[in-house]
């Protein structure tokens, strides 16, 4: 793993992942400009918003949604389009 220090002749070319599972340290949540808010009162608990959703930012907790993972979601909306139900409601930032 390249650290801060190790030089510009450390970095890989390319932009290369070179060690797995290790997108849970890329907070990339900041770059949205929109956030979902799940009501968790109409949620159906379907799960079509945490398979859908290309982040995994949906969390979960015994078999049921219980919000989002904002540090990762990008706001794409994806989460709020396929909701049957329009349990989820994309704000503004």
């Known amino acids: 793993m390249v650290k801060p220090g ?3 002749k450390e ?3 390319g932009g290369l ?3 797995s599972g290790n997108a849970k340290r890329y907070e990339t949540g900041g770059w949205r400009t929109q956030r979902p808010v799940i009501d968790l ?3 159906i608990n379907c799960f079509r ?4 959703c290309p982040d995994s930012s ?7 949604i219980v919000g989002v993972d ?3 979601c990008k ?3 994806v989460c709020a389009h396929e909701c049957p139900v329009d349990a989820i409601a994309m704000e503004q930032e």
């Open 17 to 19: 992942i070179l060690e």
């Open 49 to 52: 918003c945490w398979a859908f």
């Open 41 to 43: 009162d109409t949620c």
């Open 58 to 64: 949906i969390e979960t907790e015994d078999e049921e």
């Open 11 to 13: 970095i890989p070319e």
């Open 75 to 77: 706001g794409c909306g």
């Open 6 to 8: 190790d030089g510009y």
């Open 70 to 72: 904002y540090d990762h």
